[in-house]
């Protein structure tokens, strides 16, 4: 059974950081793209980053650039995601998921598999 279990959510002033965690089991997907995505109350889910199969290549919406890092460690089979800097604006349900392709991809439905979500709440 392939479960995606993220973790490091919380509540934290604006400024500050988390680290969030997705850690995979029942299958190995280091040949896999991986990504995040998040969901505010009362709006759809939107893409947040994604990092390629090996970790060359990454990619951020633009309202994370320069404050979000995304990484992986295949070894472990897990997804990071390093949030600094955190506004209100990033408050939402943080979400990770597997890519069914190697490579960076936007686009939910190129994406096969999903966590439960991890809440980050940040307040002002």
């Known amino acids: 059974q392939v479960q995606l279990v993220e973790s490091g959510g919380g509540l934290v002033q604006a400024g500050g950081s988390l680290r969030l965690s997705c850690a995979a089991s029942?299958?190995?997907?280091?040949?896999?793209?991986m990504g995040w995505f998040r969901q505010a109350p009362g709006k759809e889910r939107e893409f947040v980053a994604c990092i390629s199969w090996n970790g060359g290549r990454t990619y951020y919406a633009d309202s994370v650039k320069g404050r979000f890092t995304i990484s992986r460690d295949n070894a472990e089979n897990t997804e990071f995601l390093q949030m600094n800097n955190l506004k209100t604006e990033d408050t939402a349900v943080y979400t990770c998921a597997v890519n069914s392709g190697s490579g960076l991809s936007i686009r939910q439905s190129e994406y096969d598999y999903w966590g439960q979500g991890t809440q980050v709440t940040v307040s002002s």
């Open positions: 029942g299958r190995t997907f280091s040949s896999y793209g």
